[in-house]
């Protein structure tokens, strides 16, 4: 489903020549490299038998869900509030979380426009409503109407599966809180989860795309088990250096290991944002700041590899607008919300490189030592 674009902003579509190499593999060459020509595929797009036993498959390609045990879509249980203040533009924000239904999405509503008319007021978070990745996420519509900063709320909505949620907003930015997902994670798990008369469904990556621009380069790949992040940045400074480090979603490890990274930016670039009408709202209380080698913050970091941790948490919350929960494994370097981006243009543009499915939970092992053996 195509999605309308804020008329004022730029969108970064990927664009430049599609090369298919032989081990069926989609990359994406940017407009910084030449051509290098098309090559047909070959082999099957399809994983062994074994694969869909393991994944528990229901129905594929708009088949009709079956048995009753078809995972469903998911919403919050009842409204929840929380404020704080946004990053970029610096000032008081107030976000309502709401039940919605069915099929609905993720739809943000302003609430501080002069009109009741969705066409202007809701944006839905979709990667084709993205229109800027200057410093963060920003979706809009056809009105114009644009809000900014999603990644972190969106990473905690994704991680949590909750599928369907109307998100009031009086302003045209998210709120930063402490940087981290902690504070989203915190009020979804007060608004709790309530299953909805639907089959949740999954998108599931039968190749790999990849893509490809000078140092950057990330690639999705299948994985029947879910969504896997591995993600790795190279910063010539001594506090962040290289780091890797790849994740498992979800809910457990999410919380236990993802949710609590916060942004991070350089003291000597303050100015500079400020200049470009950006970090406004920035502070010790909201973003991890380094002066050089040294961390400004008084508690220091909350792991060595935060820095990392919090990648990966921007590409959960910029994955999530694929619509679907994903299964795939997602490998990225030197990636931002750009890139991050660009790879789901990517794989929508392959219609061959995934498939809509529902899947089953598990069925529940029958307890070995209540069953009575007869002698006979």
Not at 12 to 21: A, H, L, Q
Not at 196 to 213: N, Q, V
């Amino acid at each position: 489903m195509s999605g309308y674009l804020a008329p004022e902003c730029l969108l970064e579509m990927p664009t430049g020549i599609w090369r298919v190499d032989l081990r069926g593999r989609t990359v994406r060459k940017t407009d910084h490299e030449k051509a290098t020509g098309l090559v047909a595929a070959e082999g099957s797009a399809t994983l062994p038998e074994q694969k869909l036993t393991k994944l528990r498959l229901a129905h594929a390609n708009g088949a009709e869900p079956v048995g009753p045990n078809v995972i469903r879509q998911t919403t919050i249980s009842t409204s929840v509030e929380l404020s704080g203040i946004s990053l970029h533009k610096g000032t008081m924000v107030q976000l309502v979380l709401k039940p919605a239904e069915a099929d609905s999405g993720i739809v943000f509503r302003r609430t501080d426009l002069a009109t009741d008319d969705v066409e202007v007021t809701d944006v839905a978070a979709r990667y084709d409503t993205v229109c800027d990745t200057t410093m963060c996420t920003v979706i809009g519509n056809a009105a114009g109407t644009t809000i900014g900063t999603i990644e972190h709320i969106m990473a905690a909505i994704s991680a949590l599966r909750i599928d369907n949620l109307l998100i009031e907003i009086d302003a045209h930015e998210v709120p930063v809180m402490d940087g981290s997902s902690d504070a989203f994670v915190a009020a979804l798990d007060q608004a709790g989860l309530s299953e909805l008369p639907a089959p949740r469904r999954f998108i599931r990556l039968t190749r790999s795309i990849a893509i490809e621009d000078g140092a950057k380069n990330a690639e999705l790949s299948p994985n029947d088990d879910g969504l896997r992040v591995e993600f790795s940045i190279d910063f010539d400074n001594k506090v962040i250096g290289r780091q890797e480090l790849g994740v498992d979603v979800s809910p457990e490890s999410f919380r236990g290991d993802v949710s609590n990274a916060r942004t991070f930016g350089f003291l000597e670039d303050y100015e500079k944002l400020r200049s470009l009408g950006l970090a406004h709202g920035a502070s010790l209380d909201n973003a991890v700041v380094l002066d050089g080698d040294k961390v400004m913050n008084e508690g220091g970091l909350r792991a060595p590899d935060e820095f990392v941790r919090h990648k990966i948490l921007d590409a959960i919350g910029d994955l999530s607008l694929a619509g679907a929960p994903i299964l795939g494994c997602y490998r990225a370097s030197r990636a931002g919300h750009a890139f991050n981006n660009q790879m789901l243009h990517a794989l929508f543009a392959d219609q061959t490189a995934w498939e809509y499915v529902t899947l089953c939970h598990e069925a529940a092992k029958p307890d070995m030592s209540r069953i009575a053996i007869s002698a006979d």
